[in-house]
C-alpha cells in the first residue's frame, strides 16, 4: 500500500512570492493535516481537511491557506511569502485518530 | 488546549542497551491518544507506539513500549536492545478524540545509538 506523497521534495522562492504544496493521501483516508516544522519552533499544526472541508486550522495568517480536491488530495498555498516561512512543511492523512506523514517539502524562501 | 513536554533534548547510549524517553503532557480532554513519532535524518516521521487514554494497559510494538500513567500525565518510551537505525529525533505527541485541533507536539528528544 503506498504510503502518504508529497511534492515537490524541495522549492525555493523569493519573499512576496506565492508557493503551493502537494499532498496525496493513503488510499482510503479522508483526511489530511498540514503541519509546519520551522527551526526553533518545533512542529505546529496548521490545518485540517476532512471530506473536502477545512475543518480547523492553527493560529497561522489567512495568507495559509488550502484545499481539498473529491479524491481527498490536498494543497497547501502560502502567499505574500516571508523569510522566516522557510520551514519543513509536512502532510499527514488520517482514516481514524492515527496520523501518518508524508516525506514533507522543503521550503526556502530567499 | 494541549501541550506536551520532553525533558531530555538529547540522549546518547551503547547499542544493545536499553533507553527510556521521558514525555509529559497537559490536557483538558477527556479523551484523547497519545502517539511517539521517530523523525531521522531523512525527515520522514514515522509512527513509532500509540496509546490510547482510556486504555490502563500499556502499548507495546516489539523493542517499544510505554510506560503511561494517567494521573500522573506521562508518556514514556522504552527501547529494548537499541539499534543503530533507532538513531533518531523522538517525538511525543498527543491529540483529542476526532482529532479537530491536528497533533500537539514536543520539541523532541534527539536520540544517538553509539556502536
Known amino acids: 500500500e503506498a504510503g502518504v506523497t508529497q511534492s515537490p521534495t524541495h522549492l525555493i522562492k523569493t519573499r512576496g512570492q506565492q508557493a503551493t504544496l502537494r499532498c496525496s493521501p493513503i488510499s482510503g483516508h479522508t483526511s489530511v493535516y498540514w503541519y509546519q516544522q520551522a527551526l526553533g519552533l518545533g512542529l505546529q499544526f496548521l490545518l485540517w481537511?476532512?471530506?473536502?472541508?477545512?475543518?480547523n486550522r492553527g493560529n497561522f495568517p489567512p495568507r495559509f491557506s488550502g484545499r481539498q480536491f473529491p479524491n481527498y488530495s490536498s494543497e497547501l498555498n502560502v502567499n505574500a511569502l516571508e523569510l522566516e516561512d522557510s520551514a519543513l512543511y509536512l502532510c499527514?492523512?488520517?482514516?481514524?485518530?492515527?496520523?501518518?506523514f508524508g516525506p514533507g517539502t522543503r521550503l526556502t524562501v530567499l | 488546549a494541549q501541550t506536551v513536554t520532553q525533558s531530555q533534548p538529547e540522549m546518547s547510549v551503547q547499542e544493545a542497551e536499553t533507553v527510556t524517553l521521558s514525555c509529559t503532557y497537559d490536557t483538558s480532554e477527556n479523551n484523547y491518544y497519545l502517539f511517539w513519532y521517530k523523525q531521522p535524518p531523512s525527515r520522514q516521521m514515522i509512527l513509532v507506539i500509540r496509546q490510547e487514554a482510556y486504555k490502563q494497559q500499556n502499548a507495546t510494538e516489539n523493542r517499544f513500549s510505554v510506560n503511561f500513567q494517567k494521573a500522573a500525565k506521562s508518556f514514556s518510551l522504552k527501547i529494548s536492545d537499541s539499534q543503530l537505525g533507532d538513531t533518531a529525533m523522538y517525538f511525543c505527541a498527543s491529540a483529542p478524540l476526532g482529532g479537530a485541533d491536528g497533533l500537539t507536539f514536543g520539541k523532541g528528544t534527539h536520540l544517538i545509538i553509539q556502536p
Open positions: 481537511y476532512d471530506e473536502g472541508e477545512e475543518r
Open positions: 499527514a492523512s488520517s482514516a481514524g485518530d492515527t496520523q501518518y
